[in-house]
């Protein structure tokens, strides 16, 4: 065993020799010190191997005796460095990337996260930005355990949770809670007052004391409904008040106005037709695009004097390995269109559909929250800069806030009784 490594590392060579005098020529390497071994005779050749330095000292051997000899086959380690020298940038190149790769596994590259429903993506990164866990930290340096146990006490409806990696892909799991249970809150008590002032022309109460009826002019502000329910004694005499939510659907007739202008001259982007297609690398923190080199090129060939106006879009893509191998580094496309502001002018008539445009919308918007349009007075007025529409809307629609019982007053009119 110690002599075939022996032989691996100096290097060896399988011979085949033919002639007349190959015991002399053996009996010649013998005296000359030259090794050689796994000699086989074939009929009138032999095959044998030794060392690629002894083979340069058999010429004189093999002339002395008139006997031939032929490389079969080389072998050993010094054979395999010219292979090597040849193909150096590429043996290094994947010493470089191995190297490359086994460091920037050891980093978070990417987040996901998994399960959530009620608890919105934003909620979470806020959540990882708390716990100072970001993009390109090492990944040795999150304790999984204490985060999802600082995750559950955040979010209380999250039942179970799950962080754990997937190459250089941070998994946030997590399960909520599907029938949470109901919170019971205490009643205060509440009373439903008016969002606008108008007249009431429908009232229908659930729950409470109405305070205003059908045809009663009412304030913003104005209590339409308590929640303050008084209970009477034999004498009808108020003894004390039981507080409930009040609930009742209310219908109000109340004046609208609108207001819409519109200017008479108007901006346009207009492309030049000028086009650039390029693309763009990201390492880390190092980026690098075509675009900068286009406009170094570009202010020496056409300097331009006015600030140049750009639509650009940008295609992002990250580098994934073996599909969980997230690195940082980033490739896309850029796409950049060059345009400039024009401004046109509208005609009366085109300002008139514009504003009329608009009041419709405004008005069908209404309609889908379930306003009722009573009547309507509109006006278009011209103005210095262009025109504007005032309207005038008398409208039926629900209302009522809910707010608060105020417990002084609660406690006013029990004194009063």
Known sequence: MQNRWIRFVRGFLVIRINGDYMER????CRMHGIDLWEIK???????CEAYATDFLKMPPLLKKTGIKAHVVKKKGLPFYFPFIKKRIIFFAGVLLCLTMLNYVTKYVWAIEYVGNLQVSDDELSDFLEQESIHYGMKKNSINCEEKEKKLRETFQNVTWTSIYFEGTKLYIEIKENEKSEPVQFETKGTDIIANEAGTITSIVTRNGVPRVKAGDTVEKGQVLVS?????????????????????????????????????????????TGNRVNTGFAQIGKYYIDGLSLWDCIGKYLSPKKDETLYEIATE??????????????????????????????????????????????????????GVQIVEKNVKMEKSSIGMELNGSLIVVKQTGETVEIPRNIVEEDENKE
């Open 25 to 28: 020529f053996f009996n010649m």
């Open 41 to 47: 005779k074939e009929q009138d050749i032999c095959m």
């Open 227 to 271: 929640g303050g329910v008084p209970v009477y004694d034999e004498s009808q005499s108020v003894i004390d008040y039981q507080i409930y939510d009040a609930d009742a659907d209310i219908f109000i007739r109340t004046p609208i106005e609108y207001t819409s202008s519109i200017n008479s001259g108007y901006p346009v982007m207009i492309y």
């Open 316 to 369: 992002k893509h990250q580098v994934i390995l073996l599909d969980n191998i997230y690195l940082p580094i980033f490739y896309g496309k850029i796409d950049r269109k060059e345009y400039y502001i024009k401004y046109f002018t509208y005609t009366d008539e085109e300002m008139k559909n514009k504003l009329s445009e608009n009041f419709e919308k405004f008005i069908f918007g209404l309609q889908q929250k």
